[in-house]
């Protein structure tokens, strides 16, 4: 008894001594096996997947009581790329040797009460492996509380500082602890992530409360062994899921599976150490980005010795589009790109020694440089600044890209600023405006990056704004507040307020071009200052006495900040007491189409607008489209994420015709960022001038009469103020201004003066016509990266998961021309109206667009995961003779014959699961993302049947005379397409194209002729008397479809009949004359004929046009008989076939009064016979019409009207509203009391009309 009572006392206390918290022990060695799997797939069924899998063994001995060292041996990686029930994953040995032999040498790692906290490793090893390695070591980075079962913390892992949940479950049996860690890694405060490209794109927090596009899910699970020492993990296993989609995760997702797991193999006495080499710290466990600029994930190749392979690229591009656009180019632009990051400084110099002097290799070689990206392009482009050897539009393109591209660390903005000093730049006014635009965008993307921004990076900007007002230098203000406003950055506040009327502290007079650019320039502080934009802003929109243009720019600017409701509010009070219509007419428009707003980001204004909406529309509603108005448009799609929105702009002054500033710009909306797209300004400070606040003679209704009216006020263009510039413009991209402009009187005048055709010899367009007369060519090439958005994030493996967005564009243009004048030009340019010009040209033109998008694993040795790849080349060939008689008013076309297939536009679309490895860099792996049913296992061939889409549709029209067609053809494979998952809409092949096409004729084609011959010209008796039964078929239209009373019809009877007596007077001439023949040899042309004639009468303008197939055993032929009356009246009646007696159709149109002397407006359509395919189409559009109607507010009565007729009336019912009623055969549409922005002096008019009271 007492020995079964002291065997229980011994394991009492052996239990009580038994420890849970991790540690190793420094005189231990550990053996483990570790295998780390990462998959990429899609989550349906037969869909391709691509995946690496990484096992090896891995001893860990004690160095010190803190110090323990890793060694990695018996390693195996494997690749896989292909179909589930098909494909198994296939060892790569050659990568397996080149990581090996850097795994050959130890790692050392500090290790404390679970954590391990620094590891280090020889100087040689790749980031890469130490990040693998970090994968590994991750397993003992866990905290095991032995107080606690459940329990949270924020911690360092591989994913960076996040919070962690914990689980703790004990076996009974085994003393055995099973730990269960899930770690929150979307909302890490410190999270192992890198955006790369994406500054400009601002982030939408409130689009993520209507989805998101990534999604990840981290979770581990730890078996720990206790012991007297501490617990020991004996088996440990992660599992990571990752989420992503293009749009919204709900809508169906790709799939990123990463599973890793350790088990312990055996442990034992440590018998001896190895002695490791000179090594460096590696960091800690966090995972670590490096040179993620130079590995892009579209591309694999060695980038040892680049200097050769550029040089040889960059040759091989520009003689491959030479001639024509290459279409499998693309990846060697891509290369290149890749190719120039990793090339020095005097590898650049070499190069442009050896391009320089060839014009081709030149533009190429600085496109391509762009993409650098480092210090090594500014020092490069500093060079040829000081040698000014670069055209000026060489150095302000290259510089622009340059910078763009540039990446954004404080040594790199330091070393921009020496631009700002260069006499080079100033020495060309769009030269200098560049390289400070450039560096302002240049400081608005380190600010993103670097919170606080420092101030050192914009105080050149700040100082440029400050001398200039000091020197009272407009210019240099203009442009020093436009590179404020390109640089966003908060600080520059202030030195803005200086230039601001009502908020400086000491005020200046400044003109309102000044102003406005300030009060823009702080457009992109909305984003990091909002409360400091909006109370200058509010105060400059309750300055009264200010200018409406700057007033309305501050409302704007003060919108952009997403006011409170409370401001809102504020702002509808005010324009309550406002007696600026222009202002009132603009903020009520512009908070209206907020009202309307669908995008996330104006979800709070939205609501705040619909009330102020309503407030203000008894006072602003109704004011004509003669004030000031903004206008927004956006559409914003909940399952995909994505949005438009377009906005315009007018600004005017009180009693000013002429608006002072018109803009537009546009955004997308994409899964939680948006991108400002292009925008565009025009300033016509000068031209208003000129117009001032009245024109004589001008009535407001925009008639013939008033555009003569404003042309004569243009012809005095000379009597505006030579201070002012009749025009400026300006463009942004991204937000960021890259481009502005002033047009002055001197440009007018010389612009004038090159055009004159008085000039002589000395003048630039003789020379020009001189060099076209001896043969000229010009080619243009450009590629551009227009995109390059990368998303990096650590995974549970160490290796980094990556979403990236590329798109690139090479546009190219080439022709050769080659002209002859006869007589020639001896003395003046006005000698050309009086010669014969002909040309002879060949080139083309054209583009291809490329957009990839990837999702996987991209690191320097491997890539793997999902690539999608659009591919849309657009070109359009020409080659033809023309021929212009200004004096003979005549002019022809000469096309040679169609002989070869030309494509002229197509679309490629496709989805492949990749793996590509360094080892064999030109032999990636491309798996098509969808199964060929052909290659389907029979478990398979049921599902695929089900749920396949695959269309295929060929259309072509074919000109058997020309010997020419069109054909147009596309193809598609979708899968789950039916489903309710808007990713699985673009999940497959596409493709789809435009050609023309050679059609097989009778006899050859020598050559397509066109001919245009406006000369005086009599037309044969037989044409007369086509016209006279063409006015006979008009009587008998006229009477079918007859809208106006008995005594207009005998009026226009009387006019008819003196028509009759002109005609057989007199012999009508053709006003022009039209051919368009195929010609052949010895034989006589075949085309067709048209001819239009001005037969004028004393109440009525009549035109009639007949076209005519010319060949043999061909009687076709089109008659359309048009006649514009006095009592503003309208007709047109077009026969055609046969003798233009087949078909039928007359169209007729009248303004006038109703009976109660309201103006109205009417018209009719009326057919006889048309062919079928216009039925079916009427038809169509027929069943369409009442959906589209009710959405616009229209209601609709079922009523039978006439079945060959469509009819239309407007009325005016008040000042500022119409009826509208449309008639068609099975029902009627209509809509009362429509409001109408035209104001109601715009239809008096009207009511002086001749035609009589409409019944």
């Given at each position: 008894?007492?020995?079964?009572?002291?065997?229980?006392?011994?394991?009492?206390?052996?239990?009580?001594?038994?420890?849970?918290?991790?540690?190793?022990?420094?005189?231990?060695?550990?053996?483990?096996?570790?295998?780390?799997?990462?998959?990429?797939?899609?989550?349906?069924?037969?869909?391709?997947?691509?995946?690496?899998?990484?096992?090896?063994?891995?001893?860990?001995?004690?160095?010190?009581?803190?110090?323990?060292?890793?060694?990695?041996?018996?390693?195996?990686?494997?690749?896989?790329?292909?179909?589930?029930?098909?494909?198994?994953?296939?060892?790569?040995?050659?990568?397996?040797?080149?990581?090996?032999?850097?795994?050959?040498?130890?790692?050392?790692?500090?290790?404390?009460?679970?954590?391990?906290?620094?590891?280090?490793?020889?100087?040689?090893?790749?980031?890469?492996?130490?990040?693998?390695?970090?994968?590994?070591?991750?397993?003992?980075?866990?905290?095991?509380?032995?107080?606690?079962?459940?329990?949270?913390?924020?911690?360092?892992?591989?994913?960076?500082?996040?919070?962690?949940?914990?689980?703790?479950?004990?076996?009974?049996?085994?003393?055995?602890?099973?730990?269960?860690?899930?770690?929150?890694?979307?909302?890490?405060?410190?999270?192992?992530?890198?955006?790369?490209?994406?500054?400009?794109?601002?982030?939408?927090?409130?689009?993520?409360?209507?989805?998101?596009?990534?999604?990840?899910?981290?979770?581990?699970?730890?078996?720990?062994?206790?012991?007297?020492?501490?617990?020991?993990?004996?088996?440990?296993?992660?599992?990571?899921?990752?989420?992503?989609?293009?749009?919204?995760?709900?809508?169906?997702?790709?799939?990123?599976?990463?599973?890793?797991?350790?088990?312990?193999?055996?442990?034992?006495?440590?018998?001896?150490?190895?002695?490791?080499?000179?090594?460096?710290?590696?960091?800690?466990?966090?995972?670590?980005?490096?040179?993620?600029?130079?590995?892009?994930?579209?591309?694999?190749?060695?980038?040892?010795?680049?200097?050769?392979?550029?040089?040889?690229?960059?040759?091989?591009?520009?003689?491959?589009?030479?001639?024509?656009?290459?279409?499998?180019?693309?990846?060697?632009?891509?290369?290149?790109?890749?190719?120039?990051?990793?090339?020095?400084?005097?590898?650049?110099?070499?190069?442009?020694?050896?391009?320089?002097?060839?014009?081709?290799?030149?533009?190429?070689?600085?496109?391509?440089?762009?993409?650098?990206?480092?210090?090594?392009?500014?020092?490069?482009?500093?060079?040829?600044?000081?040698?000014?050897?670069?055209?000026?539009?060489?150095?302000?393109?290259?510089?622009?890209?340059?910078?763009?591209?540039?990446?954004?660390?404080?040594?790199?903005?330091?070393?921009?600023?020496?631009?700002?000093?260069?006499?080079?730049?100033?020495?060309?006014?769009?030269?200098?405006?560049?390289?400070?635009?450039?560096?302002?965008?240049?400081?608005?993307?380190?600010?993103?990056?670097?919170?606080?921004?420092?101030?050192?990076?914009?105080?050149?900007?700040?100082?440029?704004?400050?001398?200039?007002?000091?020197?009272?230098?407009?210019?240099?203000?203009?442009?020093?507040?436009?590179?404020?406003?390109?640089?966003?950055?908060?600080?520059?506040?202030?030195?803005?307020?200086?230039?601001?009327?009502?908020?400086?502290?000491?005020?200046?007079?400044?003109?309102?071009?000044?102003?406005?650019?300030?009060?823009?320039?702080?457009?992109?502080?909305?984003?990091?200052?909002?409360?400091?934009?909006?109370?200058?802003?509010?105060?400059?929109?309750?300055?009264?006495?200010?200018?409406?243009?700057?007033?309305?720019?501050?409302?704007?600017?003060?919108?952009?900040?997403?006011?409170?409701?409370?401001?809102?509010?504020?702002?509808?009070?005010?324009?309550?007491?406002?007696?600026?219509?222009?202002?009132?007419?603009?903020?009520?428009?512009?908070?209206?189409?907020?009202?309307?707003?669908?995008?996330?980001?104006?979800?709070?204004?939205?609501?705040?607008?619909?009330?102020?909406?309503?407030?203000?529309?008894?006072?602003?509603?109704?004011?004509?489209?003669?004030?000031?108005?903004?206008?927004?448009?956006?559409?914003?799609?909940?399952?995909?994420?994505?949005?438009?929105?377009?906005?315009?702009?007018?600004?005017?002054?009180?009693?000013?015709?002429?608006?002072?500033?018109?803009?537009?710009?546009?955004?997308?909306?994409?899964?939680?960022?948006?991108?400002?797209?292009?925008?565009?300004?025009?300033?016509?400070?000068?031209?208003?001038?000129?117009?001032?606040?009245?024109?004589?003679?001008?009535?407001?209704?925009?008639?013939?009469?008033?555009?003569?009216?404003?042309?004569?006020?243009?012809?005095?263009?000379?009597?505006?103020?030579?201070?002012?510039?009749?025009?400026?413009?300006?463009?942004?991209?991204?937000?960021?201004?890259?481009?502005?402009?002033?047009?002055?009187?001197?440009?007018?005048?010389?612009?004038?003066?090159?055009?004159?055709?008085?000039?002589?010899?000395?003048?630039?367009?003789?020379?020009?016509?001189?060099?076209?007369?001896?043969?000229?060519?010009?080619?243009?090439?450009?590629?551009?990266?227009?995109?390059?958005?990368?998303?990096?994030?650590?995974?549970?493996?160490?290796?980094?998961?990556?979403?990236?967005?590329?798109?690139?564009?090479?546009?190219?243009?080439?022709?050769?021309?080659?002209?002859?004048?006869?007589?020639?030009?001896?003395?003046?340019?006005?000698?050309?109206?009086?010669?014969?010009?002909?040309?002879?040209?060949?080139?083309?033109?054209?583009?291809?667009?490329?957009?990839?998008?990837?999702?996987?694993?991209?690191?320097?040795?491997?890539?793997?995961?999902?690539?999608?790849?659009?591919?849309?080349?657009?070109?359009?060939?020409?080659?033809?003779?023309?021929?212009?008689?200004?004096?003979?008013?005549?002019?022809?076309?000469?096309?040679?014959?169609?002989?070869?297939?030309?494509?002229?536009?197509?679309?490629?679309?496709?989805?492949?699961?990749?793996?590509?490895?360094?080892?064999?860099?030109?032999?990636?792996?491309?798996?098509?993302?969808?199964?060929?049913?052909?290659?389907?296992?029979?478990?398979?061939?049921?599902?695929?049947?089900?749920?396949?889409?695959?269309?295929?549709?060929?259309?072509?029209?074919?000109?058997?005379?020309?010997?020419?067609?069109?054909?147009?053809?596309?193809?598609?494979?979708?899968?789950?397409?039916?489903?309710?998952?808007?990713?699985?809409?673009?999940?497959?092949?596409?493709?789809?194209?435009?050609?023309?096409?050679?059609?097989?004729?009778?006899?050859?084609?020598?050559?397509?002729?066109?001919?245009?011959?406006?000369?005086?010209?009599?037309?044969?008796?037989?044409?007369?008397?086509?016209?006279?039964?063409?006015?006979?078929?008009?009587?008998?239209?006229?009477?079918?479809?007859?809208?106006?009373?008995?005594?207009?019809?005998?009026q226009r009877e009387s006019y008819r009949r003196n028509y009759d007596v002109m005609m057989e007077?007199?012999?009508?001439?053709?006003?022009?004359?039209?051919?368009?023949?195929?010609?052949?040899?010895?034989?006589?042309?075949e085309g067709y004929d048209v001819a239009m004639y001005y037969t004028p009468e004393a109440h009525?303008?009549?035109?009639?046009?007949?076209?005519?197939?010319?060949?043999?055993?061909?009687?076709?032929?089109?008659?359309?008989?048009?006649?514009?009356?006095?009592?503003?009246?309208a007709k047109a009646h077009i026969r055609w076939g046969a003798e233009c007696q087949s078909y039928?159709?007359?169209?007729?149109?009248?303004?006038?009064?109703?009976?109660?002397?309201?103006?109205?407006?009417?018209?009719?359509?009326?057919?006889?016979?048309?062919?079928?395919?216009?039925?079916?189409?009427?038809?169509?559009?027929?069943?369409?019409?009442?959906?589209?109607?009710?959405?616009?507010?229209?209601?609709?009565?079922?009523?039978?009207?006439?079945?060959?007729?469509?009819?239309?009336?407007?009325?005016?019912?008040?000042?500022?509203?119409?009826?509208?009623?449309?008639?068609?055969?099975?029902?009627?549409?209509?809509?009362?009391?429509?409001?109408?922005?035209?104001?109601?002096?715009?239809?008096?008019?009207?009511?002086?009309?001749?035609?009589?009271?409409?019944?």
């Amino acid at each position: 008894m007492r020995g079964l009572l002291l065997c229980c006392l011994l394991a009492l206390a052996t239990c009580q001594n038994l420890r849970y918290d991790l540690t190793l022990n420094p005189k231990k060695t550990y053996e483990y096996r570790y295998e780390g799997v990462v998959n990429f797939k899609v989550n349906r069924a037969n869909f391709a997947e691509s995946g690496v899998k990484i096992t090896c063994k891995a001893r860990i001995t004690g160095v010190s009581g803190q110090t323990f060292l890793l060694q990695l041996s018996d390693l195996g990686f494997a690749e896989y790329n292909g179909f589930p029930e098909k494909n198994d994953y296939e060892p790569s040995p050659k990568l397996v040797k080149r990581i090996a032999a850097q795994l050959v040498k130890p790692f050392k790692f500090e290790y404390t009460n679970g954590h391990v906290s620094d590891i280090l490793a020889s100087a040689e090893i790749s980031n890469t492996v130490v990040n693998i390695v970090r994968g590994i070591l991750e397993f003992f980075q866990v905290t095991v509380k032995t107080t606690h079962t459940i329990y949270e913390l924020e911690e360092f892992g591989l994913h960076g500082k996040c919070q962690s949940n914990y689980a703790i479950e004990e076996d009974t049996k085994t003393n055995d602890w099973t730990v269960t860690q899930v770690v929150d890694v979307t909302n890490c405060r410190e999270k192992a992530e890198m955006f790369r490209g994406m500054a400009h794109a601002m982030d939408d927090k409130l689009s993520e409360e209507r989805g998101v596009s990534v999604f990840s899910t981290v979770r581990y699970v730890y078996t720990v062994k206790p012991s007297a020492e501490g617990g020991l993990i004996t088996r440990a296993h992660g599992l990571e899921q990752q989420h992503f989609s293009p749009f919204n995760v709900k809508g169906g997702t790709f799939k990123m599976q990463a599973m890793k797991e350790l088990t312990l193999l055996s442990v034992s006495d440590t018998v001896s150490t190895i002695t490791p080499g000179p090594m460096e710290s590696k960091g800690d466990i966090v995972y670590k980005f490096e040179d993620v600029d130079v590995h892009m994930p579209i591309v694999m190749q060695n980038l040892d010795n680049p200097i050769p392979k550029a040089v040889e690229l960059i040759k091989h591009l520009a003689e491959a589009n030479m001639h024509m656009i290459d279409n499998a180019s693309t990846d060697d632009i891509i290369k290149v790109y890749q190719l120039m990051k990793v090339i020095p400084t005097e590898g650049l110099e070499s190069m442009w020694k050896q391009f320089a002097d060839s014009p081709e290799y030149r533009r190429w070689f600085l496109d391509l440089s762009v993409e650098t990206g480092d210090a090594k392009i500014l020092k490069f482009l500093e060079k040829r600044f000081q040698a000014r050897d670069l055209t000026l539009t060489e150095a302000w393109q290259t510089f622009l890209l340059a910078l763009q591209h540039l990446q954004t660390t404080p040594e790199l903005v330091e070393m921009a600023k020496i631009f700002l000093r260069m006499p080079y730049s100033k020495s060309y006014t769009y030269l200098w405006h560049t390289v400070v635009l450039s560096y302002g965008s240049l400081v608005y993307r380190h600010c993103e990056y670097h919170t606080p921004c420092p101030m050192t990076a914009v105080q050149p900007l700040l100082d440029m704004a400050t001398d200039a007002l000091r020197r009272n230098d407009r210019e240099e203000m203009v442009l020093a507040l436009k590179a404020l406003g390109n640089a966003g950055h908060p600080g520059s506040i202030k030195t803005i307020m200086r230039f601001l009327p009502g908020v400086a502290a000491t005020p200046v007079d400044l003109p309102a071009f000044v102003q406005s650019a300030a009060v823009q320039a702080m457009r992109l502080i909305t984003v990091r200052d909002p409360h400091s934009v909006q109370d200058i802003t509010m105060n400059l929109f309750l300055q009264k006495h200010l200018q409406s243009e700057i007033r309305m720019l501050a409302l704007m600017v003060l919108f952009d900040t997403k006011p409170s409701m409370a401001l809102v509010s504020t702002v509808t009070t005010h324009l309550m007491e406002e007696k600026d219509l222009d202002v009132g007419s603009f903020a009520y428009s512009y908070l209206r189409g907020f009202a309307r707003s669908w995008t996330p980001d104006n979800h709070f204004i939205s609501i705040a607008s619909s009330v102020a909406v309503k407030i203000l529309a008894p006072k602003f509603g109704r004011l004509s489209y003669f004030y000031s108005k903004a206008r927004r448009v956006d559409w914003f799609d909940d399952d995909f994420l994505t949005g438009l929105t377009s906005e315009f702009f007018m600004l005017k002054r009180a009693n000013n015709i002429i608006p002072s500033k018109i803009m537009s710009k546009g955004k997308f909306h994409m899964i939680g960022r948006i991108i400002q797209l292009m925008e565009f300004g025009i300033c016509a400070d000068g031209i208003k001038e000129l117009f001032g606040t009245s024109i004589p003679g001008f009535k407001g209704n925009y008639t013939f009469q008033d555009l003569q009216t404003i042309f004569k006020v243009l012809q005095t263009w000379e009597k505006m103020p030579d201070d002012k510039p009749v025009l400026s413009a300006y463009s942004r991209a991204s937000g960021q201004e890259w481009f502005f402009a002033d047009i002055s009187k001197e440009t007018i005048r010389n612009i004038i003066t090159v055009l004159n055709l008085s000039a002589e010899k000395t003048s630039l367009l003789w020379a020009a016509i001189e060099h076209l007369q001896k043969g000229t060519s010009w080619n243009y090439r450009r590629p551009f990266l227009i995109l390059e958005a990368r998303y990096f994030q650590a995974t549970t493996l160490g290796l980094p998961v990556e979403i990236s967005k590329y798109y690139n564009t090479l546009s190219a243009v080439t022709v050769n021309s080659k002209a002859s004048i006869n007589p020639p030009l001896t003395d003046h340019l006005g000698q050309l109206l009086n010669s014969e010009v002909s040309l002879e040209t060949d080139g083309f033109a054209g583009f291809s667009k490329d957009f990839w998008v990837f999702y996987g694993i991209s690191t320097d040795l491997f890539q793997c995961g999902f690539e999608s790849k659009n591919k849309m080349p657009v070109v359009v060939p020409w080659k033809f003779t023309a021929k212009i008689n200004v004096a003979e008013k005549k002019f022809e076309l000469d096309f040679p014959p169609c002989k070869e297939e030309i494509e002229l536009f197509s679309l490629r679309y496709d989805v492949y699961a990749v793996f590509r490895n360094i080892e064999e860099p030109t032999s990636p792996r491309k798996t098509s993302l969808m199964l060929i049913s052909d290659e389907a296992t029979e478990e398979m061939t049921e599902v695929l049947n089900r749920n396949t889409w695959y269309p295929f549709h060929n259309m072509s029209t074919e000109g058997d005379v020309y010997g020419v067609g069109l054909c147009a053809e596309y193809s598609l494979k979708r899968q789950y397409y039916r489903e309710d998952y808007p990713l699985y809409y673009f999940l497959g092949y596409a493709n789809m194209s435009l050609k023309i096409v050679p059609v097989e004729t009778v006899k050859p084609v020598d050559k397509i002729h066109f001919e245009l011959d406006a000369g005086p010209s009599r037309h044969p008796m037989s044409t007369r008397q086509l016209l006279k039964t063409l006015r006979k078929l008009s009587k008998e239209a006229s009477n079918r479809i007859n809208l106006s009373s008995d005594s207009a019809s005998r009026q226009r009877e009387s006019y008819r009949r003196n028509y009759d007596v002109m005609m057989e007077s007199a012999t009508p001439e053709a006003v022009f004359n039209l051919k368009a023949f195929a010609m052949r040899e010895n034989e006589k042309p075949e085309g067709y004929d048209v001819a239009m004639y001005y037969t004028p009468e004393a109440h009525a303008q009549n035109v009639q046009v007949i076209m005519s197939q010319v060949g043999d055993d061909t009687n076709w032929k089109m008659c359309l008989d048009t006649s514009i009356e006095a009592d503003a009246e309208a007709k047109a009646h077009i026969r055609w076939g046969a003798e233009c007696q087949s078909y039928d159709m007359s169209v007729k149109a009248d303004v006038g009064q109703l009976n109660d002397s309201k103006p109205a407006l009417r018209a009719k359509a009326h057919w006889t016979m048309i062919p079928e395919y216009m039925t079916k189409m009427g038809k169509r559009i027929e069943r369409y019409i009442p959906g589209m109607a009710f959405l616009y507010g229209f209601y609709q009565e079922h009523e039978e009207n006439d079945k060959q007729e469509v009819s239309a009336s407007v009325v005016a019912a008040s000042p500022n509203t119409i009826h509208v009623k449309v008639k068609f055969p099975e029902y009627t549409v209509f809509y009362n009391n429509m409001s109408f922005p035209i104001p109601y002096e715009g239809w008096e008019h009207l009511r002086n009309m001749t035609n009589p009271t409409m019944n």
